[in-house]
């Protein structure tokens, strides 16, 4: 099993619509979890990290199920500026010297006018 | 934005040269990462650095050293650029906000080897 694991995509989707992405992990001491955002040729920006309990910022809604080994993304309300590739990050031990901070390839979504 | 800037933007080189890619950030962070993303590969760690003289390896450091004499620098360099070695390359810190640690990217330098 892959360490961190998303479907490519891509997701192409009508605005306004609701989408939703998953990322598995495999190791079960990964303590820290982000989905970034990247648009093309430019950096990876921090979207939002993923709390134990879930975490919503506005149409984004973001959950953890420790149990089963992956994160989550939704989007409602989808819109035009919402197209890019969506990365899921995981940390085993953050600020540690043994941390290991896996990145998973990105799902990449369209949102179609 | 984390105060983050990489020189040059962009570079072409020839197969052989050496090339030194800068990382310079104004916030203090402790700790610095260089990567490099290619298409089907994802981001990968290169070098890291937990603080001044202080460096360790990433998964892919054959072929690259780096150096940082001072908090604000993460240099990278390619001791002699192979066509293998164009990539896009990302530096990155860690911070430390409201009790979690995030890391943020700098602009990118995309480097091309002829």
């Known amino acids: 099993r892959k360490e961190v694991e998303q479907?490519?995509?891509?997701?192409?989707?009508?605005?306004?619509?609701?989408?939703?992405f998953n990322c598995t992990y495999s190791n079960s001491a990964s303590q820290s979890f982000f989905w970034y955002r990247q648009d093309c040729r430019k950096e990876p920006k921090l979207l939002m990290s993923v709390y134990s309990s879930g975490n919503e910022d506005g149409r984004f809604t973001a959950q953890l199920n420790r149990a089963s080994q992956y994160i989550s993304l939704l989007i409602r309300d989808s819109k035009l500026s919402d197209s890019a590739t969506y990365l899921c990050v995981v940390n085993t031990d953050p600020m540690n010297r043994d941390d290991k901070i896996i990145f998973g390839k990105g799902t990449r979504l369209h949102i179609l006018p | 934005d984390a105060g983050i800037t990489q020189s040059p933007r962009h570079k072409v080189t020839e197969t052989g040269t050496p090339v030194t890619l800068r990382c310079h950030q104004t916030e203090n962070h402790r700790y610095m990462y260089w990567y490099r993303q290619d298409p089907?590969?994802?981001?990968?760690?290169?070098?890291?650095?937990?603080g001044v003289k202080d460096t360790d390896k990433g998964e892919v450091s054959d072929g690259y050293s780096v150096s940082r004499s001072k908090t604000e620098d993460f240099l990278l360099t390619l001791e002699s650029a192979t066509s293998s070695q164009t990539s896009v390359y990302f530096c990155a810190i860690m911070a430390r906000l409201a009790g979690s640690y995030e890391q943020y990217f700098g602009p990118g330098t995309r480097l091309t080897v002829t």
């Not at chain 1, 479907?7 to 939703?20: R, Y």
């Not at chain 2, 089907?40 to 937990?50: D, F, T």
């Open chain 1, 7 to 20: 479907d490519p995509g891509p997701f192409n989707v009508p605005e306004g619509a609701t989408v939703a």
């Open chain 2, 40 to 50: 089907g590969h994802g981001l990968r760690l290169i070098h890291y650095s937990y």
